[in-house]
């Protein structure tokens, strides 16, 4: 998001990558790498100036690009598999060669040129080369939960990572843990519980199985339209909104930390009694 001058938006609506950008993201950067001959490979952070990757990648092609949740997998020739998670500040561009970059260069972690395209990670703070074989067993990878825009998103996995969660959790700390489920983030985990009518702070003990299967429900149409779009929320119904009126009822949006990270929940208090 760009912000014009004057104007300040609050910190929470800072555009946090969510499983719907990372899985747009993939399929930009795939359109531009698989089947294309690399020309240059780029590490400018000092971070990465030993780890030789432009020598290790050298002459290999990209084969896939494919997202699990917020994580997102370059799969090279020779059994080589470039891992990024963008946190919170970070992103993907695809420019043609020749086109200014969204943002500064020197936020750049990781260029990588075609005869056609710049293919830019900025702010990216995980970015590692792996081995085919570690990226399947990477014990961080292997303990996410079933990806909410994958096709085959299977629920009594999904049901089953969160009965084994702390049922004292508020279902909406518990979205966010991407051992349940990965892929929401803070915004669309705020407008799944809005739009079925579950109050973000029912502890899960008090969530049928019925009801946490319709916040995933309700969500992964509205997300994957949103890939369909090139990922991000758009106008929302919470999310943003603390104060405001709510758009269904009228009563003011509530907003409040949840959860170890506190990361902000926003809800109707009515809509969702
Ligand atoms: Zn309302």
Redesign the pocket.
Known sequence: MRLRPGRSAPRSLAPVPEGDAIHSAARRVGDALVGRAIVEIETPQTRHAMDRWPERLEGRSVRAVDARGKHLFLRFEGGLTLHSHLRMRGSWGVYPRGQRWRRSPHRAWLVIRTADHDVVQFDGPVLELMSDGRARFDQRLAGLGPDVLADDFDESRFLRRLREDDQTRGIGDALLDQRNLAGVGNAWKSEGCFLTGIDPWRRLRELSDAEALAIVRELRPLMRASVERGGGIGRTWVFGRARLR?R????RIRARGQGDDNRTTYW?P??QA
Do not use: P
Not at 248 to 251: A, S
């Open positions: 709510c269904r009822c009228g009563t109707c009515r809509c």
